[in-house]
């Protein structure tokens, strides 16, 4: 008769009480109270959209809400300039649209603190950085020439995706981004004749383009796990923190004036508000990089707005330039995510 070696039958669970005991018994299980420590979140990741079809009519809706009203803010942004300097209306805007948004219960739902680092992340990219950087830009560029310039955010939104997804945008997709990057050639062709201080200007716009980029793929997770209000009203609130120094420091360098208040309070309560909450919406359902296409609405409106409130010379070519921006803008809508 052989001798078994071991209590284990050949698929390696323990043999009955009578057959004789393990040599290598499984590990136990942790008890019930166990703390089992969790590996933090990483910082600079993002997701796919839950909507990875075509656009549904939801999110050209949020896409034209958030746009329009984007459209408008550098029409504000130029009409608070008449009398308040830049860093104090970056202030002014982020108190009215936190406070707007304090009114509603869902903004006070609980956000885990593993998820906080990339919160602030949020907070400076999305919030403290782009907001500093426009009014400063807007002395040295029209508004209408600025709110083109922003046309080319899908382009910035685009690369930083494929670099923490490892994976180029579908066909479509480029597709369009590639229209789309063709039209902001146009729009910045037509700003070649502005003053040479404009390129100060434009290198500040740049840099909140890229802020941008990642501000939007950051936070496409936190969107699908806790909802837009959540994650804005905090991010507003990182924010209004980073840039309430400066704001303070612009009092000197500025006056009251009624017109231009108002503008920084809808400035605020739309463009830092009711806009952050659409757009955050729409890039949990599509993503980050479809997504940033909001900015190709931006340049209709910042057009039309800029040349009759402000008399903002237009160039033919930026109108051109527009057009194609939109085509792009579309294509890239009609796309699928992956």
Partial sequence: MALEVGGSSPLGHPK??????????????????????????????????????????????????????????????????????????????????????????????????????RLVLVGITWVAIPLSMFPLAERHVSSAVTGMLN????????????????????????????VGFVGVLLIGLASVDEASSSLGGIILIL???????VAYNVQVPLQQRYGSLPVIWRALAVGWVLTLPLGLAGLDDSSFAWRPLLACMALGALGTGVAYVAMGTLVGRVGSTRASITTYVIPVVAIILGAVFRNDHIAPLAIAGTAVVLSGAWITGRSRAS
């Fill in 16 to 117: 009955s009480r009578g057959e004789g005991r393990d040599r290598n018994p499984p590990e136990r299980e942790p008890a019930a109270d166990t703390v089992i420590p969790m590996s933090r979140p990483r910082l600079l990741t993002t997701a796919e959209g839950t909507n990875t079809g075509a656009f549904a009519p939801l999110d050209w809706g949020l896409l034209c809400t958030a746009g329009g009203i984007w459209g408008a803010s550098f029409l504000f942004i130029a009409i608070g300039l008449d009398a308040f300097d830049p860093s104090l209306i970056t202030t002014l805007r982020i108190t009215f649209g936190f406070a707007l948004l304090a009114f509603l219960p869902a903004t006070r739902r609980s956000i885990a603190r593993a998820d906080w680092p």
């Fill in 151 to 178: 046309g080319a955010t899908p382009l910035f939104a685009a690369a930083v995706a494929t670099l923490m997804l490892h994976r180029l945008p579908p066909r479509q997709q480029l597709v369009g981004l590639g």
């Fill in 207 to 213: 840099i909140a383009l890229c802020s941008y980029g």
